[in-house]
């Protein structure tokens, strides 16, 4: 429950979902006294210019821009040997009816990344991480460390290369499994890859509490950097004014990250 509760929370905290709240708050307000009659106005109208702001994509880049260019200073050009390559969940979807292989999505990334890693010879061991995280009864999903090794063999690496973390469901399980994992086999240094924008709340978490010695690898950038991003127009400015589902997405991505680092530093996780 307490699991639960910690996918369910945050979301009224999010713009979609706060925006919603205001607005329903509005409604409701609207049915009572003259002065909650005049606050659900100003509750309706400020849920719908937060949802408005997220989803611009002027916002949205900046938020965005903050993770990941913070990942892309802590990912070092030249990157070192280590003990193991780990590859955070997160980006692939099961082989289940009608999908007749495992399917890569948005942050497949992680894998294809750590694989390139492996295959430059920067690690022996690739640990493909991930529990399954579902709500419903009956799931037939296997653990998503499985996918990423199903799919791991099939694109050329032998099953000897591969350990799994099935088991983790947060970043800060995988990190304290992966701690032990490492522990176990007397490791010392580990890549560590994950999307740029999960990067910042990734290492810190590894940092405190796998007792290793942690090398980032920031993949799976939603955007270029500012430098490469072209010149503004009036097009393309009035264009970022204006609200995009996309953009309200990737805004909640960062929203969520920034969320989630503040909470692991309060739990002492980072």
């Given at each position: 429950m307490g699991f639960l509760l910690s996918k369910l929370l945050p979301l009224a905290i999010y713009p979609l979902g706060l925006g919603l709240l205001l607005q329903l708050a509005g409604q409701v307000g609207r049915a009572g006294r003259p002065w909650t009659r005049r606050l659900s106005g100003w509750l309706s109208g400020g849920g719908m210019a937060l949802i408005w702001v997220f989803a611009m994509p002027l916002t949205s880049r900046q938020l965005i821009w903050g993770l990941e260019e913070r990942s892309a200073a802590l990912t070092p050009k030249a990157i070192p040997q280590a003990d193991a390559v780990v590859v955070l969940g997160g980006g692939l979807r099961p082989k289940l009816p009608p999908r007749?292989?495992?399917?890569?999505?948005?942050?497949?990334?992680?894998?294809?990344?750590?694989?390139?890693?492996?295959?430059?010879?920067?690690?022996?061991?690739?640990?493909?991480?991930?529990?399954?995280?579902?709500?419903?009864?009956?799931?037939?999903?296997?653990?998503?460390?499985?996918?990423?090794?199903?799919?791991?063999?099939?694109?050329?690496?032998?099953?000897?290369?591969?350990?799994?973390?099935?088991?983790?469901?947060?970043?800060?399980?995988?990190?304290?499994?992966?701690?032990?994992?490492?522990?176990?086999?007397?490791?010392?240094?580990?890549?560590?890859?994950?999307?740029?924008?999960?990067?910042?709340?990734?290492?810190?978490?590894?940092?405190?509490?796998?007792?290793?010695?942690?090398?980032?690898?920031?993949?799976?950038?939603q955007l270029v950097d500012l430098a490469h991003s072209g010149r503004v127009t009036p097009g393309s400015f009035v264009k970022d004014l204006l609200p995009d589902a996309e953009f309200l997405y990737l805004s909640t991505v960062a929203l969520k990250e920034h969320v989630g680092l503040v909470a692991y530093r309060f739990k002492g996780w980072s």
């Open positions: 007749q292989a495992v399917e890569v999505a948005e942050g497949g990334d992680r894998l294809l990344t750590g694989l390139r890693l492996m295959r430059q010879g920067k690690a022996p061991l690739l640990v493909t991480s991930g529990a399954r995280v579902s709500f419903t009864a009956a799931d037939p999903a296997p653990p998503e460390a499985l996918w990423a090794r199903d799919l791991a063999i099939e694109l050329g690496l032998k099953p000897s290369q591969i350990l799994l973390n099935p088991g983790s469901r947060t970043t800060a399980e995988e990190a304290q499994a992966i701690g032990e994992l490492g522990r176990q086999r007397g490791w010392k240094r580990v890549l560590l890859v994950t999307s740029a924008f999960h990067m910042p709340r990734s290492l810190a978490t590894f940092q405190r509490r796998s007792g290793l010695t942690v090398i980032p690898v920031a993949c799976d950038y």
